[in-house]
């Protein structure tokens, strides 16, 4: 069965310093998402993607975070300089096209920023 | 902002028991779905109902949608070890402009 893939699962950093996350989605998934949780919550979106485009980054905090999906496939997630709140699971997830449907998740990267 | 709210925020049964627990919504929605995470690990899908639909049901999981109350409940039957983990419900609301929204989750703890 076809899954999401990140890597790494598990980062930690020191403040300061700059840190990135890779996603591979489901072959043929047109939206990717990037998600920040945090222990106890529910997920909050960062950035959604339809193909190469970026549909939602209004929770980005587009100072220090960005993202890309430059050929509409995989996706890269960059925190640069990190701080000491961002420590939390970074999820991606994807669909086939939207969120008339189910979001399929990765295992995540949980990042440990000190 | 927030627009599901699950409700329990945590449910300790017994093993063989059923679980119940409620998500609550404020603004209409085009479909809701339903999501278990294990501990430390990413969400998987369980449910999606869409807003002209009153009841869906998976295996042991079975989930309700009224859309007069702006409110669903997912019930798992005979309840096993394995269903330990926190449920999320994410709604896919009219004027999102095509952000999901999540809760904070249920946890929901299974006894042996």
């Known amino acids: 069965e076809a899954e999401v893939a990140q890597s790494p699962r598990y980062k930690i950093t020191e403040k300061s310093q700059a840190v990135a996350f890779w996603c591979d989605p489901i072959?043929?998934?047109?939206?990717l998402y990037w998600y920040r949780q945090i222990l106890g919550q529910g997920p909050e979106l960062l950035v959604q993607?339809?193909?190469?485009?970026?549909?939602?980054d209004s929770q980005l905090p587009k100072d220090r975070f960005s993202a890309e999906r430059l050929k509409g496939v995989d996706s890269t997630l960059k925190i640069q300089p990190a701080e000491l709140g961002d420590s939390a699971m970074y999820l991606c997830?994807?669909?086939?096209?939207?969120?008339?449907?189910?979001?399929?998740f990765g295992p995540g990267t949980r990042l440990t920023v000190t | 902002s927030q627009q599901g709210e699950e409700d329990p925020q945590a449910l300790s049964i017994q093993e063989g028991e059923n679980a119940t627990m409620n998500c609550s919504y404020k603004?209409?929605?085009?479909?809701l779905q339903w999501y278990r995470q294990n501990s430390g690990r990413g969400l998987v899908h369980l449910i999606l109902?869409?807003?002209n639909e009153r009841e869906k049901h998976s295996g042991r999981l079975r989930v309700t949608l009224d859309t007069s109350k702006k409110s669903s409940s997912l019930l798992i039957t005979a309840s096993r070890a394995a269903d330990t983990a926190s449920y999320f419900c994410?709604?896919?609301?009219?004027?999102?402009?095509?952000?999901?929204?999540w809760g904070a989750g249920t946890k929901l703890i299974i006894k042996p």
């Open positions: 997830a994807s669909s086939l096209a939207g969120n008339r449907y189910e979001q399929y």
């Open positions: 993607f339809q193909d190469e485009s970026v549909v939602d």
């Open positions: 994410a709604t896919d609301a009219m004027d999102s402009n095509y952000q999901l929204i």
């Open positions: 072959s043929g998934h047109a939206t």
């Open positions: 603004t209409s929605i085009n479909n």
């Open positions: 109902i869409r807003s």
